[in-house]
Each structure stands twice: as C-alpha cells, then as structure tokens.
C-alpha cells in the first residue's frame, strides 16, 4: 500500500467524495470524530448521517456542533447524496437497512462494521457495489484504532486502485489492515472488544491503587501513565512483551511475587477463555444473521 506521503490520490478522490453514516450511534460518533480529527477530511467534504429517531439525531448533531453535518431520518436520501455508505446499526437492525437501500446502491462503496453480517450476506442484497466488511475499534475517534477489514474475495485483484482508497480512507482512522474473513470473528474478539479488556485491567489496577489511600484524581493518572509508558517502550524499543517482562521481574524479586499469584490463579487461562468466548458470540452471530 502507499504510505501517506503518497496519496495524493487518494486525497482528490476523498475531497470528491460524500460519506454518509447509517446509523448515529457510538460507532458512527467514533469514526466521524476520526474522520473530523485534526481537519484530516476537509471541511468541505460533505458528511451525511441518518438515524431512526430524531432523538438520536439531535444528540448526534450536539456532539458535532460546529460541523457540516447533513442528517436525515431517511436511510434512502442519504444514499442517493453520498458515494462511500458506512452501515452503522446493530446487527438485527441490518437486514431491514439493505433492502431498504440495495436499489440505490450501484456503483458506490459499502462498508459495513456490523458485527457478524459476512460479505456473503451482504452481496446477496447489494450485488452493484464495491463491498467492504470492517471491524474497527472505539480508538478510532481519537485516530488510534485498529480497523482489520475484508473485501469481496477477489476484489482486491480485481480493483486495486479502490482497494488502495479503502486503505487511505481507514488510515484516517488509525491502522488498517487487510484480512482474510475466515479471521474477522477473531479480529472482532481480539480488536473490537479490546479496549474492554485493557479497561477491565484499569479499572482493577485504579481501585487497589485509591484501596491504598491514592486519591481518585493521582490514582487514575499514575495507572494511565503507567500503562501509557509501558506500551510505548514497546512500541519504540521494539521490545516483546516477553523480554520486556524479564527485565522488570528478577528472580525471587517484588514483581515476581505478583506475577506468581497471577500464573498460580490462572490469569492467562481467564484471558484465553474470556477471548474465546466472545470469538464464539461472533461467529454464532454469522450464523444468526443467515
Ligand atoms: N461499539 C463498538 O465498540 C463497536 C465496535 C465495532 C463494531 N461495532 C458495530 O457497530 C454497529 C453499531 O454499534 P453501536 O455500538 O454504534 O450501536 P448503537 O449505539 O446502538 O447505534 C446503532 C444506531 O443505529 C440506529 N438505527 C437503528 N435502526 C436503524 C435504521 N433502520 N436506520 C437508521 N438507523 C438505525 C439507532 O438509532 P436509534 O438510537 O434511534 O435506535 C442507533 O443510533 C454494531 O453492528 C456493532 O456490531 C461496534
């Protein structure tokens, strides 16, 4: 794929382009607020969202005040004033969303981040388009997210240069990459439901910390910093986990009186179950949705 440096490409194609968002609920307020972050889609690109309520509307519109935002209570308008379409509702809500716009839909980009609807599925509703399947993380809104994603299996041959724009559009977001789909219930388990195991280790490392007198404010900071710190001397040293680790535990030391009790009370097999489960709700989704 081309690095940034290099997509001035694929900048004119999005400057052209209108992306519109089904659905106006915490994954379509993450990846606008990506998209807006920083002016990296130019103002001028007209955004279009639409919801079932107008009471979901409204919020929306209050959390981007400010912004052009076209909002519509019909699925149908925004499609025929946009060329990217972001399916953006729960899953048993996305059957109902395809028919209601598969008409319209020719020659223009689909991308759905709905859990469990596969690009079979899809294709069966919106044969005429471009249809691209993500599983992006909430990380996304502040340009940090994680957003694998699968294509029609021989789109990516068959349409490099609309590949290579999906590509730059999710690079907006954070860090995209390409998948098989046989992998997205695991990418949904490990990427999309990621951030909640982390703040699930957060939210115990802040309590024990206020437990020992810490007040709430320098508890919270000092956990976040830690964590904070300890990702990015991975990421710059280029350090494993594993190496990483050694150095912070010597033998018979503080840290490893720690690490002890997490092995002896089965951390990594609480982690692997809790990962395998949600794999396991994603795919039994696949087959619900069928
Ligand atoms: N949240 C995450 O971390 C995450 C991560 C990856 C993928 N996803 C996927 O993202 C999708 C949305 O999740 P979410 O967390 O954003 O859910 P959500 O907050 O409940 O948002 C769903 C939105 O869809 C709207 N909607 C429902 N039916 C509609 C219709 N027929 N036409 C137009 N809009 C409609 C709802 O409107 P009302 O409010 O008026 O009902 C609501 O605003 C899900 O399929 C999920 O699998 C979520």
Known sequence: MESLDQSNGEKKWLSHSRIGFVGSGKMAKALVHGFLRNNKMSLET??????????SIQSFLEEFEGHKIHTTLDNREL????????????????????????????????????????????????????????????????GKGVIPYALNRDEDTKNRKMVSLIHYLFSLLGHP???????????????GCGPAYVCM??????????????????????????????????????????????????????????TQVMVRKGWEDILLEAIEAAKKKAEALEVSLK
């Open 46 to 55: 007209p955004i279009w969202v639409s919801g079932r309520s107008k009471g």
């Open 79 to 142: 499609v025929n004033h946009t060329d990217v379409v972001f399916l953006c509702v729960k899953p048993p809500q996305a059957e109902e969303v395809l028919r209601e716009i598969s008409a319209l839909m020719a020659s223009k980009v689909f991308v759905s981040v709905v859990a469990g609807l596969t690009i079979k599925d899809i294709t069966q509703l919106l044969s005429h388009c471009m249809v691209v399947r993500a599983m992006p993380n909430l990380p996304c809104q502040i």
């Open 177 to 191: 990459i390409l998948i098989s789909e046989d992998l997205m219930a695991a990418a949904t388990a490990l990427v």
């Open 201 to 258: 280790l957060m939210i115990g490392l802040i309590e024990q910390a206020k437990a020992y007198g810490f007040p709430d404010l320098e508890a919270i900071q000092l956990m976040n910093e830690m964590v904070l710190g300890t990702l990015s001397l991975l990421m710059e040293t280029k350090r494993s986990p594993e190496k990483l680790l050694s150095e912070v535990k010597t033998p018979r030391g503080i840290t490893e009186a720690a």
